[in-house]
Structures are given as C-alpha cells and as structure tokens.
T-cell receptor
Framework: AQTVTQSQPEMSVQEAETVTLSCTYD???????LFWYKQPPSRQMILVIR??????QNATENRFSVNFQKAAKSFSLKISDSQLGDTAMYFC???????????????FGQGTELSVKP | DAGVTQSPTHLIKTRGQHVTLRCSPI?????VSWYQQVLGQGPQFIFQ???????GRGNFPDRFSARQFPNYSSELNVNALLLGDSALYLC????????????FGPGTRLTVT
C-alpha cells in the first residue's frame, strides 16, 4: 500500500522569504504522479503543482517549485517570495497511474499548516 | 465555466439517520471521486466513478454508497450515521480519459449529533 508522510505539522515564514515543505512517500510503483494541494480556510482544495514520476526535471509554477528525488522517495515544495495569501494547509498527495489497478485515486499526507507573517 | 459544485454546504444530522450529498462536475468531466476529510487530517478516498461505473472504492463500510447519473453528476449516500461520520466531504472531477488532474468542489460539512 502507498503511504504519504508530512513530518512538519506547522510551519511559519516571514512575508517575502522562502520556505520549504517536506514530503516523503512509499510505493513499489514505477509510474505515478505527485501533487501539492493548498487548502485555505475557505476549504477549497486547490492544485498548486504536479510532477509526473517519469520526468526527471523538477516542476515549477511561478513562485512554487518542487525538489523531486525519486530514489529517496522525497517530494518537497519550495515557496519563494512568500505572500500573505499563501497562508493555508498544504497537502502532499500521491496517485498511481490512472490505468493501473486503483489508479486515479489520491492518497494524501496529514498536511502542513503554513502561516505567512507580515 | 463553473467549477465543481456541491450541495448542501452544511448539514446537521442525528445518529442513525441517512444523508445524501450531491456533486456536479465541471462541464465535460466524466469522472467523479469522493473523499472524506476528518478535522485535522488529510482527505481519505471513498469512491471513484467513471462513465456511471464504479471504478474504485476506499476502505469504508457498506453504509457508504454512491452513484453517477447520465449527466455525470453524482450522489454519495451514508446510512445509519455515526458520530465518526462527521467530516468535510469533498467531490472532485476529472477530464475525459481519466486524466490524473482532479478538480475539487468546496465540500459539504456534515455534523452528526
């Protein structure tokens, strides 16, 4: 069975600084996807960034980037130039390839609550 | 285009009762997934439906059931409610062809007293 672990329940960062959220996962699959989702107090789960396991290049989306270490099964999220609006719960998630057995379902970590302070 | 919509936003039920939660996917999306998020935890997968067929089921008791309609909207039903069923229920839809990217609705907050 796949598992996702986020070892930092809470983190804080000053506005405009950089913060890194950690995530490790366990799987025997070779073809899968990894995601970071953001859930602000409004509850809406928003996709921040995604990474396909077969791609060696780390994904980036504006101020958000990941450090994907496949051998170490590590998938960290770096937020640069942090903004007050980044305050939210961040979830790391794993998904087997959609065509595999039980593929297409997201397996989430416990979350990291990020506070951006002015 | 409208995003994923869910109804109701909140509801309060008593132990032993039955509840139906509804979800409308983004137009053109044919796959719908349901997740339960207990306070302070990450979401847990309940069901996935694609083209009206159940494609996956999580580790939930038979009190939980779902279905998908011809217009791709979906219902999640929970029978014999327990206090532990109190949670945020999230619905997500996916692009045709079972794309890996899922788009979430705002959720339904269920409180069981």
């Amino acid at each position: 069975a796949q598992t996702v672990t986020q070892s930092q329940p809470e983190m804080s960062v000053q506005e405009a600084e950089t913060v890194t959220l950690s995530c490790t996962y366990d799987t025997s699959e070779s073809n899968y996807y990894l995601f970071w989702y953001k859930q602000p107090p409004s509850r809406q789960m928003i996709l921040v960034i995604r990474q396909e396991a077969y791609k060696q290049q780390n994904a980036t989306e504006n101020r958000f980037s990941v450090n994907f270490q496949k051998a170490a099964k590590s998938f960290s999220l770096k937020i640069s130039d942090s903004q007050l609006g980044d305050t939210a719960m961040y979830f790391c998630a794993f998904m087997k390839h959609v065509l595999s057995n039980q593929g297409g379902k997201l397996i989430f970590g416990q979350g990291t609550e990020l506070s951006v302070k002015p | 285009d409208a995003g994923v919509t869910q109804s109701p936003t909140h509801l309060i039920k008593t132990r032993g009762q039955h509840v139906t939660l509804r979800c409308s996917p983004i137009s053109g999306h044919k796959s719908v997934s349901w997740y339960q998020q207990v306070l302070g935890q990450g979401p847990q997968f309940i069901f996935q439906y694609y083209e009206k067929e159940e494609r996956g089921r999580g580790n939930f008791p038979d009190r939980f059931s779902a279905r998908q309609f011809p217009n791709y909207s979906s219902e999640l039903n929970v029978n014999a409610l327990l206090l532990g069923d109190s949670a945020l229920y999230l619905c997500a839809s996916s692009l045709p062809g079972l794309s890996y990217e899922q788009y979430f609705g705002p959720g339904t907050r269920l409180t069981v007293t």
